[in-house]
């Protein structure tokens, strides 16, 4: 009994659509005809092609977007630690002659070089304050005090050295001194007198950081090669000496730093995390249909 009175609706409701569609084809005109037939057949295609649809679509830009810095983070990754390896082979290296080129030096940074010669103690120069660094990293996280060594941050001690085999004069990177030694009267066992031999790292003139105070002629805050040479009346060449020349009383040496800051691992996590967590909602909301909360 139901199923017939549905079936008697349906029929009504098609032969009504029926007779309704021919009564406006005989009372409208063909122009507004055309008109409705357009607005119903483009309604169809702008229901699929909705403001929600499109955003859909931008919105994947997020995920896949993450996913490529995530990718690139892991290639800048490798790529530092590629750096700091051939860095700490570079300084390993077996000591070289001082070249008589000086201008081969621009291509030996970071190299082990053999000098004989004398210091000037007389002309010090003293770069910081700076925290002493021990096996080629800061002996301690903070700016202020090395828990190592138990002291206060203190100087690098940059003395002319006159060599031996030419009329030439440098600078060497002695290396560092607490603030309490800066002056050379509390560390007069350490002042080296006479003609020695030294095997120090070649390095080349670095720029100021940002916020860094400009070097003043007495408080060298980072090492500007050539006023560093023309304040002490030497050639350009800077030598940072190595551990192995230190001597009791005197500065510690070995104080090249070959630790480059790599935070990558966690840039890599934080963007593959980020392109996880977006892919997720989206799939959500967009594929499976569901609310997000």
């Not at 994947?60 to 750096?83: A, E, H, M, N, S």
């Not at 066992?189 to 007495?218: C, D, S, W, Y």
Request: charged share 20%; aromatic share 8%; glycine share 6%.
């Amino acid at each position: 009994m139901l199923r017939s009175k549905i079936t008697v609706l349906c029929r009504m409701r098609i032969k009504t659509s029926v007779c309704l569609h021919r009564y406006l084809e005989q009372c409208l005109p063909q122009s507004l005809l055309q008109n409705v037939r357009h607005v119903a057949a483009t309604r169809t295609v702008s229901h699929q092609n909705t403001p929600f649809s499109s955003m859909k679509w931008i919105l994947l830009l997020i995920p896949t977007t993450t996913f490529g810095l995530g990718t690139w983070q892991v290639q800048r990754r490798k790529w530092k630690r590629q750096l700091i390896a051939d860095l700490k082979t570079r300084t390993n290296a077996a000591p070289r002659d001082l070249p008589l080129d000086l201008e081969e030096l621009s291509q030996l940074e970071y190299c082990p070089v053999r000098v004989q010669g004398q210091f000037e103690h007389s002309r010090e120069l003293y770069i910081g304050p700076r925290t002493l660094i021990a096996d080629g990293d800061a002996a301690s996280q903070s700016s202020l005090t090395t828990h190592k060594s138990g002291v206060q941050s203190g100087y690098l001690v940059v003395t002319p050295f006159h060599l031996s085999d030419r009329d030439m004069t440098i600078l060497v990177n002695r290396g560092w001194v607490p603030a309490n030694h800066k002056n050379p009267n509390t560390r007069k066992a350490g002042q080296v007198e006479g003609e020695v031999e030294i095997v120090g790292v070649v390095r080349l003139t670095e720029k100021r950081a940002p916020f860094m105070p400009k070097n003043q002629p007495h408080a060298w805050f980072y090492r500007d090669l050539p006023k560093m040479a023309e304040a002490a009346g030497t050639e350009p060449v800077f030598l940072e000496a190595k551990a192995e020349t230190t001597v009791p009383g005197g500065p510690i040496g070995g104080q090249t730093r070959v630790s480059l800051r790599d935070e990558h691992l966690s840039y890599l996590l934080t963007w593959y995390g980020l392109s996880a967590t977006t892919a997720y909602m989206w799939y959500r909301l967009f594929i499976a249909r569901k609310p997000l909360l």
